[in-house]
């Protein structure tokens, strides 16, 4: 049973120049304790928090005592991104912020914590691009970067649905419910809601199941997550760009000493297979320990938060035996 512990981060001043004089950065530890074993941080996506395993983990599955990650041999360590809401702190200004800062104020808090090397950073989407950010932050920081479902930028294709998701959040009456139907057309594809649904109907509510389960899923959502939250994360979504203001992609990511594990999905609509490809086939073409897996799944962007069985497959050789950096 893990209990959420905070940091306080002061005097912080973000890409934008505005100083924040304090920062709340909470966080939740499994396994044995800092210091005594082989740290993973486990980032979590857009509407996760720090609870990655546990009866409500949302990565259970994967997570845990003699799972993939197994909290028997290392320390999981897993942040909330400030303004996420999960401890309550929420942030008004969210245009402030870019997934640059959150890499840099998690490594605040690995300082904090006198955590000076990562076995492991791992997250799903944009807990993958906070990854990137990490790694091309502090090059020598992490033994093996493994971004899933996610990329080292945001494309035109992101930027666009992420502004579609801010329009709704600022004109809808309701915005986190609206906002949520919208996105969950992103994180699925047509072949998943045929598989789902095949057109069936609601007969109570005299609808198709298909459009029952969207409201179903903005009003839970509704239920937890706050607007505010919702528009900081979507704004840092649209933000993943290891490269600005630094230089070419091969010229910072080939710094980064990581071994570099790039998880795609064949049918992911949002951080698309394609664009991780190109991402592993440049960069493998500088350094040598850059690997690229890819989910076979009809679920698509959600299905690292489905396919458990391949993501073990996958990552399996990684969280079994250490793995020296090359």
Do not use: C
Request: hydrophobic letters at 40%; charged letters at 20%.
């Amino acid at each position: 049973m893990s209990t959420i512990t905070q940091i306080e981060i002061k005097e912080y001043e973000t890409e934008s120049k505005v100083i924040y004089l304090s920062i709340p950065l909470s966080y939740e530890v499994f396994g044995p304790s800092l210091g005594k074993a082989p740290v993973v941080l486990v980032n979590h996506a857009l509407t996760g928090n720090s609870s990655v395993t546990g009866e409500l983990g949302w990565w259970t599955e994967i997570v845990g005592s003699q799972k993939l990650i197994d909290t028997d041999y290392y320390t999981v360590l897993a942040f909330n991104i400030p303004g996420n809401g999960y401890d309550s702190y929420l942030i008004e200004s969210y245009k402030d912020f870019t997934t640059r800062d959150i890499a840099k104020i998690f490594k605040l808090g690995l300082d904090a914590s006198r955590i000076e090397k990562l076995f492991a950073v791992i997250g799903g989407s944009i807990g993958g691009g906070i990854a990137w950010e990490l790694g091309a932050l502090y090059p020598d920081l992490i033994d093996n970067l493994i971004p899933i479902a996610s990329d080292w930028k945001a494309t035109d294709w992101l930027i666009s649905n992420t502004r579609i998701q801010e329009q709704i959040l600022l004109n809808s009456t309701k915005p986190v419910h609206d906002a949520r139907i919208h996105a969950m057309n992103l994180y699925r594809t047509p072949e998943s809601y045929h598989s789902k649904f095949n057109r069936t109907t609601n007969k109570e509510l005299n609808i198709f199941n298909v459009e029952s389960w969207l409201l179903h899923h903005g009003e839970k959502l509704e239920k937890r997550f706050s607007a505010e939250a919702y528009k900081l994360m979507n704004h840092l979504l649209s933000t993943i760009d290891i490269t600005r203001n630094k230089g070419g992609f091969i010229e910072v990511a080939s710094r980064i000493k990581s071994n570099i594990f790039i998880i795609g999905i064949d049918s992911d609509l949002f951080f698309t297979a394609k664009e991780n490809k190109e991402t592993f086939l440049a960069l493998s073409g500088v350094k040598k320990n850059v690997y690229y897996g890819e989910i076979q799944s009809i679920h698509g962007h959600d299905a690292f938060l489905i396919e458990f069985k391949q993501i073990e497959t996958l990552l399996q050789h990684i969280f079994t035996k250490q793995l020296k950096v090359a």
